[in-house]
C-alpha cells in the first residue's frame, strides 16, 4: 500500500509553484484539502486513454485536493492554465489521516476513478489492485473495501457533474483568496 501525502510542494515535477494547506470543519466538508497553482514546470506531465492524449500539468496549471475525514477516498480537480476543469480524479483510500508531524496523509488502495467534465467515468488500476492482493500487499478486506467505496462514487458523485463542478469553482476561489493573504512559494 502506498501512502501519499496531499502536500505536493516537493513535486519534482514542477519548477516554481505555490501551495496552500487547508483544514477545514465546514457542514459541507469535514477533512484537509490542498491546492498547488503551478507557476512553471520541469516537464509536462501528458497522460494517455485510448487514443487520446491530455496535459494534467503545466505552467499555469492548478490542483486542489480533498481529504475528508472518515471516508475511504480522495478528489483531486485538475485545471488548466484557463482554470478549465479537465478531469476529477478520486483515489480510493484505506484511511485518511494525519502524520506524527501534523500533515494530512492518505493510504491508496490502488484504484482510481477519473471523472470527465463531460461526464465520462473510467475505472482505473483494477490490475494493480489485484496484484497488491495476490503478493499480500493489501488484505482481502482491503480488496472488498476498494470496491465498496469505488462503486458508491460511480454511483454517487460521479454522476453529479453539477455538483463536483460547483464545489471546484468554490474550492478554487477559496484558496486564491487564500493565497492573497498568506503568499508561500515553493
Not at 38 to 48: A, F, G, W
Not at 57 to 70: E, F, H, K, T
Not at 86 to 109: A, H, M, R, V
Request: with cysteine; charged share 25%.
Amino acid at each position: 500500500m502506498r501512502r501519499k501525502y496531499i502536500a505536493k510542494s516537493q513535486w519534482q515535477r514542477i519548477k516554481t509553484s505555490k501551495c496552500v494547506l487547508f483544514n477545514t470543519y465546514q457542514e459541507c466538508f469535514n477533512g484537509y484539502a490542498s491546492a498547488i497553482f503551478v507557476e512553471k514546470v520541469h516537464e509536462k506531465l501528458i497522460c494517455k486513454l485510448d487514443s487520446r492524449e491530455f496535459c494534467l500539468v503545466d505552467d499555469g496549471y492548478s490542483w486542489i485536493l480533498r481529504l475528508p475525514i472518515g471516508k475511504n477516498w480522495s478528489v483531486t480537480t485538475m485545471f488548466d492554465d484557463r482554470n478549465n476543469i479537465i478531469e476529477w480524479y478520486f483515489d480510493i483510500t484505506k484511511q485518511n489521516s494525519i502524520d506524527e508531524n501534523g500533515q494530512p496523509f492518505y493510504d491508496d488502495l490502488y484504484l482510481d476513478i477519473v471523472v470527465f467534465p463531460s461526464g465520462e467515468v473510467v475505472l482505473f488500476d483494477e490490475d494493480e489492485l489485484k496484484e497488491a492482493l495476490e503478493s499480500g500487499d493489501i488484505t482481502q478486506s482491503d480488496f472488498n473495501l476498494a470496491y465498496s467505496e469505488a462503486h458508491k462514487i460511480l454511483k454517487g458523485m460521479a454522476k453529479d457533474i453539477t455538483y463536483l463542478t460547483n464545489m471546484s469553482y468554490n474550492d478554487l476561489e477559496f484558496f486564491r483568496a487564500q493565497l492573497n493573504t498568506s503568499n508561500s512559494t515553493v
